[in-house]
C-alpha cells in the first residue's frame, strides 16, 4: 500500500542518513518528495546516498556532519536554510554504541562519546533546528532513540542512560512548542537489520529472535514508515510520544 505522506518540497534533515536506518529514511523521504539534507561523519557515506537521490529524480544536499560538535550542528542547518530557504522536517538519527560493559569497566571515553553523540548530539540539532523551523512556520522532529529508551539492558548503561535521555528530551521539548507549530516525538526501534547491528552480531540475523515477541528482527524499512507518518500532516495531532517499532518487545 503506498500513502501519500504530502511532503512534497518539504526540507527535512537527516543525521546519520549514510548508512542503516538514516540512510533508508532519507531515501524513503526522496521517494515522498522531500528535499533531503543529509549529515554524515563518513562523507564518502553521506555523498554517496545524495548522488541516489538526485539520480532516482530527487534533491539532496550533503554535509560532513559530527553531531557532537555543536557547530556542525548548526552548519548543517544553515545549509538547509541556504540551498533550499528553510527548514520543514528532521530525523535526528545519529548515534552509535560501543563495547558491552558493566559500569565499573566501561572506558570513560565510552561514556564521554556516547552522550555526546546520542544526547547530546540530539539537543545540538533540536536547537538549531527549532529556530529555523520558528522562521519557516512550523515543522515536526524526530528523533531516535531506542526500545533502550523505553527499558533497560545490562551491560550498556551509558547507551541506555543516553537513550532514555533522547524520550525525556523529546517529552520536554514537545511541551515547549506545543503551541507554536512544531511537533517532537521520538521512534524507539528494537534490534533492526543494519551495518551497525551486523558488527554485534557477527551477521547473524536470529541472535535475539528469542527476545523478541515477533521473534524476527526489524527491517529498516519499517522504521522509515513510522517516521514518515510522524512527519507528515497525518499524525497532526501527535506531539511528545515515543513510538516503539520493536516487535513488541516494549509490551514485555
Not at 512556520?137 to 545490562?154: E, T
Amino acid at each position: 500500500m503506498n500513502l501519500d505522506y504530502q511532503l512534497d518540497g518539504r526540507v527535512v534533515i537527516v543525521t546519520g542518513g549514510g548508512s542503516g536506518m538514516g540512510r533508508d529514511a532519507s531515501l524513503a523521504l526522496a521517494r515522498a518528495g522531500a528535499r533531503v539534507v543529509i549529515g554524515n561523519r563518513n562523507a564518502a557515506a553521506g555523498l554517496a546516498v545524495v548522488e541516489e537521490i538526485i539520480a532516482a529524480g530527487g534533491q539532496a544536499a550533503f554535509r560532513a556532519t559530527d553531531v557532537a560538535n555543536a557547530a556542525d550542528c548548526e552548519a548543517l542547518v544553515a545549509l538547509a536554510m541556504q540551498r533550499f530557504g528553510r527548514v520543514d522536517g528532521a530525523f535526528n538519527n545519529a548515534g552509535l554504541q560501543r563495547a558491552f560493559n558493566d559500569v565499573h569497566e566501561t572506558p570513560v571515553e565510552d561514556f564521554s562519546e556516547v552522550i555526546d553523540i546520542n544526547l547530546k548530539g540530539v539537543l545540538y540539532m533540536m536547537k538549531y533546528e527549532i529556530a529555523a523551523m520558528l522562521q519557516s512556520g512550523g515543522g515536526a522532529i524526530v528523533n531516535n532513540a531506542s526500545i533502550f529508551g523505553l527499558k533497560a539492558m545490562p551491560h550498556t548503561a551509558y547507551y541506555v542512560a543516553a537513550k532514555h535521555g533522547i524520550v525525556g528530551a523529546t517529552r520536554a521539548a514537545a511541551l515547549d512548542y506545543a503551541t507554536r507549530g512544531i511537533r517532537i516525538n521520538a521512534v524507539c526501534p528494537g534490534p533492526i537489520k543494519t551495518p551497525s547491528f551486523d558488527r554485534v552480531t557477527g551477521g547473524d540475523e536470529h541472535m535475539y529472535d528469542d527476545g523478541v515477541p515477533m521473534r524476527r528482527i526489524g527491517r529498516p524499512e519499517e522504521v522509515s514508515a513510522a517516521l514518515l507518518w510522524l512527519l507528515s500532516e497525518q499524525s497532526s495531532y501527535v506531539t511528545g510520544t515515543s513510538i516503539s517499532v520493536d516487535g513488541g518487545m516494549s509490551a514485555e
